[in-house]
């Protein structure tokens, strides 16, 4: 979580992606063009990280993603299956029109993920589930 | 490695560094020669699942890029090249989910959506490549053609 976020032109992404915590709700944002074996990390540190924590959500913010391929697609939708299995849920925000257009093209409808336009909605759709859980600093934590 | 966008240019795969580089060349070249957003973002799409092809099942190879000019239409043109194994059953590697190595085998069968022209030759034995070409501001093929 030392690591800084990259600029929206920063060049490959490398090594971990960092995971914050807002409550029980992981907050993951991807940005720029991600090496595949960056995004396998990701999976493993997102799995290591709800069994630790114990969070009921992850949200990740593909807004600076330009492009989806079936690698990554394969790995997202990995991510929200796995997240399932340890009682979590996993939401996708803020796909590009032009990465949505793309990947029905080719065939990945990313059956199983559930998405959201915004973070916000994103929050909301995790937590309307359990009205009892303390969501502690989200707003100010919100971009 | 960085190539002047647009220009003819021939690219190593040999890494998932390379992909990153691949894609990022194409993105420019597209941009360069004219092609909008929705565009540049399948073409490039394309690009990646072909060139990790080239690496995952060719061992490795190339890719070349050639920006086109046919009666006033721009179009860009890549060539992926490798000398691995080949495909013995073309018709099957394009199948939608088929697939030898644990992906969801939508690759091949995607790239050939996301492009206007889509050539393939494979000699088993002697490799594989995969040629596409896409037009500035032409429709997408219809989907009864694919
Ligand atoms: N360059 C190549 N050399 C040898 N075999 C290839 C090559 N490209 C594709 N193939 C074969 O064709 C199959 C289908 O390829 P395709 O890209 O459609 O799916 P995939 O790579 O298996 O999975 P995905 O791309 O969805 O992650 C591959 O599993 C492989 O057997
Ligand atoms: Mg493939």
Redesign the pocket.
């Known amino acids: 979580m030392s690591e800084a976020f990259p600029g929206p032109h920063a060049g490959p992404v490398t090594g971990h992606v960092p995971v914050l915590r807002l409550g029980e709700v992981l907050l993951v944002t991807l940005q720029g063009d991600l090496h595949d074996s960056t995004a396998q990390q990701l999976q493993q540190d997102l799995a290591e990280t709800i069994s630790r924590s114990g969070a009921t959500g992850v949200i990740i913010d593909i807004s600076g993603v330009e492009i989806v391929?079936?690698?990554l697609g394969?790995v997202l939708a990995e991510i929200a299956g796995q997240t399932e299995l340890l009682a979590a849920r996993t939401v996708l925000v803020g796909m590009r029109p032009a990465v949505a257009i793309t990947l029905v093209e080719l065939g990945l409808t990313l059956p199983g993920v559930h998405t959201a336009l915004s973070t916000e909605v994103a929050l909301d759709l995790l937590t309307r589930h359990a009205p009892s859980s303390h969501f502690g600093g989200l707003r100010q934590e919100s971009p | 490695m960085h190539t002047a966008a647009g220009a003819q240019a021939r690219l190593p795969i040999r890494s998932d560094m390379d992909l990153v580089w691949v894609r990022q060349h194409v993105r420019q070249a597209a941009a360069q020669i004219g092609f909008g957003l929705v565009d540049q973002t399948k073409l490039v799409t394309a690009a990646s699942?072909?060139a990790?092809?080239?690496l995952?099942?060719?061992?490795g190879?190339t890719m070349e890029t050639e920006p086109l000019a046919e009666g006033g239409t721009r179009g860009l043109r890549l060539t992926?090249s490798?000398e691995?194994?080949?495909?013995a059953d073309l018709e099957?590697?394009?199948s939608?989910g088929?697939?030898?190595?644990?992906?969801?085998?939508?690759?091949?069968?995607?790239?050939r959506r996301l492009v206007h022209e889509f050539a393939i030759e494979?000699n088993p034995g002697a490799?594989?490549t995969?040629r596409v070409t896409s037009w500035v501001g032409r429709a997408p093929r219809p989907r009864e053609e694919i």
């Not at chain 2, 088929?98 to 790239?111: E, K, N, P, V, Y």
């Open positions: 391929d079936s690698f394969r | 699942e072909l990790r092809n080239t995952v099942y060719g061992g190879g992926f490798d691995g194994p080949g495909i099957q590697a394009l939608d088929f697939t030898s190595g644990g992906g969801l085998g939508m690759g091949l069968g995607g790239a494979s490799g594989t995969v």
